[in-house]
Each structure stands twice: as C-alpha cells, then as structure tokens.
C-alpha cells in the first residue's frame, strides 16, 4: 500500500474523511486512519466552537474546528526533536484526536498557540506562615495563583501551616487572624477572577485534621455562597482514623510551635465532619498519609494538597497535565479492539509528555517549570467507560462491570508506563529519579495487582509487567507519575461521549445549557438523548409511540428502572448513577484505583432518603 497522506493547513484544511488504515513499514501506528476532517454530531461541534475554538477581540470565532485541532496537534508536536518527528507527530497527534481516540484537557485546546500558553489545568502551590513576600508567603502565594488563573489553571492549597487564630505574632505583638481567614481573603481575590476567559477559578483548600481552626473549617461553607470558589477538604491521618474507631481522645496541634493546644473526642470531631459533609456534600476528605504511602518522590517533599477536583495530589508549585483515552473508541462490534486501544494508550501518553515540555507555564513564576521538569508529571486518564459497557451489554455496577474495567485499566496502565520507559530510553528519565520509587539503583515501585480476578474472555493480550520492571531498572522512567482519571465533563461531551470519566451516565436524555466562552451567558438549550439508548430502542420491537413515551419519561426521570413497558435486556444494561448502589459505586473506584498512581474523580450516588449513618 502506498504512504498514505494527511494534507492539513491551518488556513485550508483538506475536505473528505478516508479511513484508510496506514499499515506500510515505515509507519508504526497501524491503527491510526487517513484523517482530513473532524467528525462531529451538531451538539459536540456547538459546544467545541464555544469552548475551545479561539476568539477575537469580539468574541466572535476565528477557527475552524479542524483548524483548532491542527493548531493543538502541531504546537504539541513541536516537542519532538528532530524536524522530522516533528511532522510526523503532528499527523499523528491530529489524527488521533480527530477519530476522537484521545482528547487533551481544556487549558491545552485553549493556550495552545497563544500568548499565554497554558497547557496544564491544575497546579499545587505552598503557603508558609509568613504573610510577607517571601516565596510561599500567603500573599506572595495569592499573587502566584491569580496569574496562574489568569492563564487558565486552578490550583490547590493547603492552609496547615498557618498558625490558629489568636496565636501570638511577635514580629507584631499581634494576634493571628487564623487559616480560615486567609481562605475567605483568596476566595474574595479569585471571585474577581475568570479563568482564562473561560470559567471562573476553581480551587482546593485542605487543612489538617489536627489542626486547631478545624472545626472552623468544617464550617467555613456552611452560609450559602460563602466561600463559593473553593472545595474545601479535610486531611485525615492515620491516627485520627485510629482513634475514631477505638472512641479516643485526639489532640490539636499548634503547627507553629509543635504545642498540643486543645483535645477533642475524635468521633465527635467525625461526626462534625459528616454533619456538615450531609448538608451541602462538604467537606470532603483527603487520606493524607495513605497518599505519602504512595508518593513516587518521597525524598523531594510530603504531599498535602490536591487539585480542584481532587484526582491530583501535587507537590509544591507542581502541576500536572491531563489527557483522555475514549475507551469507547476501541469498541468494535461490541468487542474490545486491542491494538486499537494500545496505541492509543502510547500516543496519548507521548503527547503528555510533549505537553510537559511545550506548556509555558508563568514566567514569573520559575517554580511551576522547574517542578514540572524535575519530576515531568503527566495524568493519562481515560473516558466512555460507560458508553463502552452499553455497547457490550455490562451493567455498569455488576461483577462482570468490575472484571471489565480492571481489565482495561490494567492494560491502559501497562502501556502507558512501557511507553514511559521506552521515551527515557529515548529522551532521558525525569531528572528527580534519584530517590524517588523509580530509582534504577534502588527500586521501590511494585507491579499491580488486580483487587477481582479475571474471569471474562476478553481476548486480552497478555501483559509481561516483568518487562516494564526490567525496563525501569535499565533506563529509567520519563515521567514520575502516569495515570489520572479526570471528571472530563465538557471533554467528553464535545466527542458524543455519555460516561464522563470513570463515571455512569448519570441521565439517558436530559436538556443541556451551554454558556459562551466569554461572558457567560446562558443563551442556548440542547437536546439530549444517549445515542446507544436510542440505538437499542430503534432495534426493538417496540411501536413508535412507545418510544417517544419512554424516552420522553427518561428526560423528566434520568432512569429508566421504573418503567413496565422497557424490554429486560434494554432495562439491565441501561443503568444511570441513581440506579447504582453506593456499594458498586466505591467497588468500582476501588478496582479502576488499583492501577492508577494519581487518583480519581468519583461520585459516589446515594438516594434522596440516605442518613448521615
């Protein structure tokens, strides 16, 4: 077969969509199709052109949509070295998004190619207890997160290390204003904020639970609207855990002096957590000590806060860049196409990578490049789980929905950190390997195991995790941490995807509002129905006006469970988030968790009716 050709320029992309499969010596992805053109449902094109497509000084849009993808694909490129990887890699980047195999988070498709640059979503800075300038000082770190906001990334902090409020300051003879204090002042500084023009920042708080002010905390969010741009979480320890459970006494500490100032009966501490948890859905908690447990840099810094939506445990001035496997993209006749799924997995994890070095990060702020090179974090995570499992009939929730995604998890893991390897060997490790759980001289990284076994024939290659263990030791690993799985809400829906992240659907059909980019007026209503749902309808035998009924009674309801008139098949395989019990909710996050190093963003569902118990 001839070298097929893909002739894309950002002013005149080629017309026509050819899926003619590149399957010659030289070229190595064999999966990868002959793309020209984007193909996009009417409510995914509307929704990329106002979110991610590129404005004017109007507003008004100055792209197309094959222009935006070409513009993301060759200034990602430009990472590879030489020229001529360079070319190659934008072929290939674009077409992997434009068969919508992989999507890149939103800050990649917004800052490419621009000014500002900012390709990475979500960034961990420190505040010290100095209210100085000082590089970590509270205000010094305020000023940092507003022009990461600026640029378009959210951010993480912690507040642990600020004195209690009424503490004694001595340089002034002052008191201290307390942790919380300074968290109302950044939530006043980012409500001023939109964050790159496109959403309004998002940000993380965390204090300790044996922090003094933590009741405070607890109750920070309590009053509707205050504190509205921050999610708000509580560091558990190990040893608070321990005396919740054996009914102890817990003590606060003065993170200043090191002073015990106050004890508590820690299931009383707890129960305050929970009570204000149940009211409004915060605070959440963050396991602390069992995310140092699983640190791959131990020796560089403790971790003690998130990202936004808590899928990122960050150290200082760290970030991380996110991307998105469509599993749903390797579903073929309702079978799992391999191959298909492998190089997606090794192009979007080389992607990141090129993401690592491409992204401009704040130059006022050399911390963020710095840390990002040091240790070159990158979160591959994936999306259309659900869709895939409605494509094979597998109710999500069920053993067999277990097996399924800890199969394919497993494998995207697999790949991703054989790519890892094979681009140390070919780009050098990340430069804080030394100590760290990857360290070729003294290797601490264990292969994962699976948490259920395997019984489904999935027809699964076999995964020789000996050979990524033999690899790491010879060259090293680009990149300290591999896998993340994102909330991708918006990503997911601009390719026609219904399972956000690792999520459920959470409705079969529903109205969708979608504001402009700029602005943000609420100025258009979608339409909604899950195009595999509709599929299964159309293959019934159901007459016409059955359908309409039940599809008009899934927009009011979301589910369809409560229905007499659904055919079994359609109804087993047809779950949403409600439908889910809590149980299946947190097997699933457990069995997809076993093999990611990051973390994960999950809902857990609970019904209307469920108790603080």
């Excluded at 009417?42 to 991610?52: H, Q, V």
């Excluded at 959440?284 to 808590?310: H, K, M, S």
């Excluded at 073929?332 to 690592?356: A, M, P, Q, S, Y």
Aim: with cysteine; net charge neutral.
């Amino acid at each position: 077969m001839p070298k097929a050709k893909i002739k894309v320029h950002p002013a005149s992309p080629s017309k026509g969509h050819r899926r003619e499969y590149r399957q010659s010596k030289e070229h190595k992805y064999s999966s990868l199709a002959d793309v020209n053109e984007v193909q996009m449902d009417n409510n995914g094109r509307e929704i990329f052109m106002r979110r991610y497509a590129l404005k004017d000084s109007d507003g008004k849009t100055k792209e197309t949509v094959e222009e935006a993808f070409y513009r993301v694909a060759s200034h990602v490129a430009e990472g590879e070295k030489p020229q001529k990887l360079k070319k190659a890699y934008t072929k290939y980047f674009f077409s992997l998004m434009a068969e919508k195999r992989f999507n890149p988070n939103t800050p990649t498709w917004s800052g490419s190619k621009t000014k500002l640059g900012q390709l990475a979503a979500c960034f961990v800075l420190p505040i010290l207890d100095d209210m100085g300038s000082a590089r970590g000082g509270s205000f010094d770190t305020l000023k940092n997160a507003a022009l990461i906001q600026q640029t378009g990334g959210g951010n993480g902090f912690s507040f642990s290390r600020i004195r209690p409020k009424g503490d004694r300051v001595s340089a002034s003879n002052g008191v201290a204003s307390g942790p919380v204090s300074f968290l109302e002042a950044y939530d006043s500084a980012f409500g001023k904020i939109a964050q790159g023009g496109t959403r309004r920042g998002a940000n993380m708080a965390v204090l300790r639970v044996d922090h003094p002010d933590i009741c405070d905390f607890i109750k920070c969010k309590a009053e509707e609207g205050k504190v509205s741009n921050f999610n708000i979480s509580v560091a558990i320890t190990d040893a608070f855990m321990r005396a919740v459970k054996d009914d102890k006494d817990f003590n606060l500490i003065n993170p200043r002096s090191g002073e015990v100032t106050e004890t508590v009966k820690a299931r009383e501490l707890f129960d305050e957590i929970i009570d204000y948890s149940f009211r409004n859905g915060e605070p959440g908690c963050l396991f602390i000590d069992a995310a140092n447990r699983d640190n791959p840099v131990p020796n560089q810094y403790e971790l003690e806060a998130t990202n936004p939506c808590g899928e990122q445990w960050l150290g200082p001035y760290e970030n991380c860049c996110l991307g998105h496997v469509n599993i749903n993209a390797s579903i073929f006749d309702g079978k799992v196409d391999w191959n298909h799924l492998r190089e997606t997995t090794i192009l979007g994890t080389r992607f990141l990578d090129d993401v690592v070095t491409q992204n401009a990060y704040v130059p006022s702020v050399p911390e963020l490049k710095e840390s990002a090179y040091r240790n070159r974090r990158i979160g591959l995570g994936f999306m259309g789980l659900a869709d895939a499992m409605y494509q094979m009939g597998i109710r999500y929730g069920s053993k067999e929905s277990l097996d399924f995604s800890s199969q394919i998890v497993e494998f995207i893991r697999y790949h991703a950190m054989l790519t890892s390897v094979e681009l140390a060997k070919e780009k050098g490790f990340f430069p804080g390997i030394k100590g760290s759980i990857y360290d070729p001289e003294d290797i601490k990284w264990k292969i994962p195991t699976s948490l259920v076994e395997h019984r489904m024939d999935l027809s699964r290659p076999k995964l020789d995790w000996d050979k990524v263990m033999s690899g790491i030791k010879k060259f090293g690993i680009r990149n300290s941490t591999q896998l993340t799985v994102a909330p991708t809400g918006t990503t997911a829906t601009v390719y026609g995807l219904e399972g956000y992240g690792c999520e459920p659907v959470f409705a079969l059909a529903y109205y969708r509002n979608v504001y402009q980019a700029a602005g943000g007026d609420k100025n258009l209503q979608l339409t909604y129905v899950s195009p595999s749902f509709q599929k299964a309808l159309d293959a019934s035998n159901l007459d016409e006006a059955t359908k309409k009924q039940i599809i008009d009674e899934s927009i009011h309801k979301g589910t369809i469970q409560h229905l007499s008139n659904v055919p079994e098949d359609i109804k087993h395989t047809f779950v949403v988030s409600a439908d889910i019990s809590s149980d299946e909710h947190v097997w699933m996050q457990a069995v997809i968790q076993r093999f990611i190093d990051n973390s994960i963003s999950k809902t857990c569902n609970f019904p209307e009716n469920a108790t603080k118990e």
